[in-house]
């Protein structure tokens, strides 16, 4: 079966940077298994893994548009004041790190401070960087009407319906 969109593909799969740094690996994590379409990936592999099939092995180049963002277009977040230590130093193009539930680092840059909160710039550690993504596509399947109407696959699909 070939993926298109709506599809649910199981992928095996390395992020690494241009210099080859591996960032992060099914081998350690396992493969994800995502409602191509759904806008759950980096754009710029969505679409790129349309046509693809079983068993079919791929690496990507794809652009800092394509991938995280650059830090320009970061997503924004408003914040309260009180989230930050008393003593930080709070002005607009101040940068303080924070972790992801990943564990991974995150760059807060702060756009705006009033006084009850701080606009800030939630920078990707990938921001404004090229990525080389290599696939394995592990399985393609149908997806459920629920994953469709969830927008996101299921790792084990739904018991079925009790027997009446």
């Known amino acids: 079966m070939k993926i298109e969109t709506g599809t649910v593909a199981t992928l095996a799969y390395d992020i690494t940077t241009e210099s080859g740094e591996i960032v992060e690996s099914s081998d350690i994590s396992g493969p994800i298994s995502i409602l191509v379409g759904s806008g759950s990936l980096i754009p710029g592999l969505d679409k790129r893994l349309v046509g693809l099939e079983d068993g079919s092995e791929e690496t990507f180049v794809i652009p800092p548009e394509e991938a995280f963002g650059t830090e320009a277009d970061a997503p924004t977040n408003v914040m309260s004041r009180s989230e ?81």
């Open 84 to 164: 930050f230590p008393d003593d930080a130093k709070l002005e607009a193009g101040g940068k303080f790190v924070a972790k992801m539930p990943n564990g991974q680092p995150l760059t807060l840059a702060i756009r705006e401070v009033t006084d009850e909160s701080v606009t800030v710039a939630m920078i990707h550690p990938l921001a404004g960087k090229t990525i080389n993504m290599g696939v394995k596509i592990v399985s393609v399947r149908a997806a459920t009407s629920k994953e469709k109407d969830s927008g996101k696959a299921m790792v084990t699909p739904p018991p079925p319906p009790p027997k009446k």
